[in-house]
């Protein structure tokens, strides 16, 4: 196959190339020459990421998982994204979200307000895992995007980028907002039967950072920084500096 | 795999493996790399033996507890779906249900059966049982809904003397019971689910192509 034969003159592709390159704890691995040659995460079936036009997806052969999808104007976009969904995060954070009146009784409440009062009641690990889900992991989610997207303004993206996009994956995991958003309207029908509600400017800025978090999500494009990063072997980029030796 | 090549888990870059016995890292990224998650199928039975033993008490035991001038008053996770349930409320009862009690349980139940089959070694429905997994993977994180229910009906309805709610023991067990099934779901690693097709393409015979 053609994809193979590309891929064998990575043995031959400089003086060092039977000298491994150390690494700390081990040695680094050799790159293939071939870029575009990649394993499907889900199911390892071997194949080339084509070129596709901006907007179109690639999807794996074997198993249909979305491989990469060329997105228009990632990086200016999720920068764009990213400001504003600080912003709103902020605000967010510091206004209260939500109040209740009963009988001349009022009690307000923001989203650390409820992580202290679980903190309060003694709950004190549940409260470490809402601080966590609900105001940790998106504010470094959308911290860490912002840094990488300012470090890819950069002719040749420095590698602690790439080691902040390596982290993103797992806060984006974790981070909840939208789960939190429904939990609170749950809350607030069931509250509603006994007590009068009082919205706060934090809620509305929650359903707007909802949006704003999935709109950052589908128009960052991880490969994209991956491809222009320096990189952790300090060696030049492989395929800039390897000759294509033709047998 | 089988063209004893390593993928990487978080860049994507494919590349030969370190010879012999060398730890292998990423060159560009420099993670640790690995054919597979290393001990994947173990760490995916502990984390679920963990959520199933957690599962008991989360529903057994009140989440939250409510004090007022008529007494005080402990709701389970299935109790506070009762009480929600009116002509009004349903629809987000419903979605408690879903979230709260269906959601884990189908979830424990699907990854114990992927487990099960790839030790088992079954050679069939490689596509549809690796949509199961990702279906379980995007949905799991929405049993986290109840967490955040109970977390801000407690930070609300503070209005002393009148009423009180408190949290209750069940909510650390439910709480740990969507950790521990995301944990779960996390370390297995969806390739092993085609590697039982070919159970002779272990990482021993794979042989790294620039040796
Ligand atoms: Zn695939
Ligand atoms: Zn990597």
Redesign the interface.
């Known amino acids: 196959m053609d994809l ?1 034969s590309r ?2 003159p ?2 031959r592709d400089g003086s060092s ?1 039977n000298s ?2 150390h ?1 700390r ?8 020459t071939v ?1 575009s ?3 499907c ?6 194949q080339r990421i084509p070129e596709v036009p901006t907007g179109a997806a690639v999807r794996c052969r ?4 979305g491989l990469w999808r060329h997105k228009t104007d990632s990086l200016n976009r999720t920068l764009a994204l990213s400001i504003a969904a600080l912003a709103l995060f902020v605000i967010a954070n510091s206004v209260p979200m ?3 009146n ?2 001349g ?1 009022e ?1 307000f ?1 923001t989203v650390a ?6 903190w309060q ?3 004190k ?2 409260a470490v ?2 601080f966590f ?2 105001i940790l992991s998106p504010a470094l989610q959308i911290g860490l995007l912002l840094l990488i997207t300012l470090g890819c303004g950069r002719p040749r993206p420095p590698f602690w980028v ?2 902040l ?2 982290h993103v ?1 797992f806060f984006r ?1 974790w981070s ?1 907002i939208e ?2 958003l ?6 607030l ?3 509603a ?3 009068t509600i009082i919205p706060g400017l934090a809620l509305f800025s929650l359903f707007g950072l909802v949006m704003l978090l999935a709109a950052m999500d589908s128009c960052f494009d ?2 994209e920084v ?1 491809e222009r ?1 320096e ?3 300090h ?1 030049p980029h492989p395929v800039a500096t390897a000759p294509e030796v033709q047998p | 795999m089988e063209h004893g090549l390593q993928s990487c888990h978080t860049c994507g870059l494919l590349s030969h493996p370190a010879p012999g016995a060398q730890t292998g890292y990423c060159p560009r990224c420099d993670e640790e790399l690995h054919f597979r998650k290393p001990e994947s199928l173990q760490r995916t039975v502990a984390f679920l033996i963990a959520a199933m033993a957690c599962y008991v008490p989360a529903n057994l035991l009140p989440v939250m507890s409510s004090t007022s001038a008529a007494g005080t008053e402990s709701d389970t996770i299935l109790q506070g779906v009762v009480l929600l349930w009116s002509p009004t409320g349903w629809p987000l009862s419903l979605i408690v249900v879903i979230a709260s009690i269906m959601i884990p349980s189908a979830k424990i139940a699907a990854m114990l059966y992927l487990v099960l089959t790839v030790k088992r070694g079954a050679p069939r429905n490689n596509a549809q049982r690796v949509k199961l997994y990702r279906m379980v993977e995007f949905i799991g994180r929405w049993s986290m809904v109840d967490v955040f229910v109970d977390t801000f009906t407690v930070a609300l309805i503070q209005l002393q003397p009148l009423m009180v709610v408190e949290p209750g023991p069940g909510l650390l067990f439910f709480a740990a019971v969507v950790v521990l099934t995301m944990l779960a779901v996390e370390s297995f690693d969806p390739r092993l689910l085609w590697d039982a097709n070919s159970p002779e393409s272990t990482v021993a015979q794979v042989q790294p192509q620039h040796a």
């Open positions: 193979a891929a064998e990575n043995a190339a491994p390159w690494h704890h081990g040695v680094w691995n050799r790159p293939l870029p040659l990649v394993a995460p889900d199911c390892d079936f071997l074997q198993c249909g998982k939500l109040g209740v009963a009988v009784r009690s409440t307000g409820g992580t202290q009062q679980l009641d003694g709950e690990i549940v895992l809402v889900a609900a790439g080691v996009l390596r994956q995991t909840m789960v939190m429904l939990g609170v309207l749950v809350a029908t069931k509250i039967e006994i007590a991880p490969r991956w990063i990189w952790a072997n060696k």
